[in-house]
């Protein structure tokens, strides 16, 4: 059981770590958000696993899988919701991005 909590925790280290690297080095609002929301919330949830595989107390485990299904649950709603009030706001994609949805569907709905 301590191996793999440590096994967890060190996987975890590394998706938060890729997190981090992806919001400095990813060009725009919407690539940074991407990796900060779905390597953070992974990377947070192992953390968390592992917490629970490790410890011996059953309050304490039982407090750290409610917190894996609260960030499960609240990342990637909380990540779609800024992006659209980013997009909305005016807020340009990077050169590089190949296709936003939104645009070609507030293109398609004004018509010709």
Not at 84 to 100: E, F, Q
Request: include cysteine; hydrophobic fraction near 55%.
């Amino acid at each position: 059981m301590l191996y793999l909590g440590a096994f967890l925790l060190l996987c975890g280290s590394a998706f938060t770590l890729l997190a981090a690297i992806g919001i400095l080095r990813l060009p725009d609002l919407y690539t940074r958000m991407h990796a900060a929301s779905k390597a953070g919330a992974v990377g947070g949830g192992m953390v968390l696993l592992a917490v629970a595989l490790v410890c011996f107390e059953g309050a304490v485990a039982l407090r750290a899988i409610i917190g894996v299904l609260f960030l499960l649950l609240t990342t990637p709603v909380s990540a779609h919701l800024l992006a659209r009030a980013s997009h909305r706001a005016g807020y340009i994609p990077n050169k590089i991005t190949v296709l936003d949805e939104i645009q070609t569907i507030k293109k398609s709905q004004s018509g010709p």
